[in-house]
């Protein structure tokens, strides 16, 4: 059936986080400090990893990825929501707002993909050490890479074939074109999109299953070494990816359940969540956290 009088709308409003202008200063300073430790945290492991040779292993080409998605994810993101901030007319065009939403959800479901390979990673350094350098060869690698960046590709081709068809309603209670935001927003037949939804919703619980089921194994190992610092230094870097994986995983499937229940209102403050912290922690667990990641900032330190 035909859709009746569909208008054509050419821009979005983003409703933000406030209008008093006191606050929206506030809000501006506190973002843009995190955007700004964002760039240079991500950048600063980047920049370590690849300058130290002893970092030259699968653990941290891995972790230069998850750097690498979280400066993509927070510059899709926080740009925009800082100019908005300061800004009385929080507009984003049509191609703009879907292009965020695109990329967002490219970006989202390889991080979640990564958190996976980064979990079996460990899981072959503890439970099977002997076998971890065929198992985890740079070949191997190269070609989990191309996997999960061409296969969160096919995110972008479905947006780009099935678009979102949007009616009356431009006005979106968000800070960010997120992607159930704006099915709240669309009308026409949205059955493909829900089946989308359920869908990326399994992916999610899979993915977060098999992380749990990895470490659970991990636990299993860990608790059989009798080396009391193989088994701190074991629990130490797995420490650290659970945290990331806590943070990622756990507000997502929030936003998922409050989109379920209907409750869409503080979507927003709780994808501010996942949008942000993610990409600030991240870099400060693996360098705080990691002995590896210290020594070699500390040797670079002496170099220069």
Known sequence: MEHPNHTHIKDFILTGFSQNLQTCILIFVIFLVIYILTILGNSFLISIVIISPPLHAPMYYFLCNLSFLDLCFSSCIAPK??????????????????????????????????????????????????????????????????????????????????????????????????????????????SFYKIALLIGGIFLLSSLTFIVLSYIWILISVFKIHSAGSRSKAFSTCASHL??????????????????????????????????????????????????????????????
Not at 127 to 154: D, E, K, N, Q
Not at 277 to 296: F, G, H
């Open 81 to 190: 929501m800082l100019f908005d901030t300061l800004s009385k007319e929080r507009r984003i065009s049509l191609i703009g707002c879907l292009t965020q939403m695109t990329f967002g959800v490219f970006l989202a479901r390889t991080e979640c993909i990564l958190l996976c390979v980064m979990a079996y990673d460990r899981y072959v350094a503890i439970c099977l050490p002997l076998h971890y350098t065929v198992i985890m060869s740079w070949r191997a690698c190269r070609y989990i890479t191309v996997i999960m960046w061409s296969g969160s590709f096919t995110v972008i081709i479905i947006h780009i074939l099935k678009p979102l068809v949007f009616c009356v309603e431009n006005t979106l209670n968000h800070f960010a074109c997120e992607a159930l935001t704006l099915l709240d927003v669309a009308c026409g037949n949205l």
């Open 243 to 304: 945290v990331v994986v806590s943070l990622f995983f756990g507000t997502i499937i929030i936003v998922y359940t409050g989109q379920v229940k209907g409750s869409t209102s503080n979507l927003k403050y709780i994808s501010l969540i996942y949008a942000v912290l993610p990409p600030v922690i991240n870099p400060l667990i693996y360098s705080l956290r990691n002995r590896d990641v210290k020594e070699a900032f500390q040797k670079f330190l002496l170099i220069s």
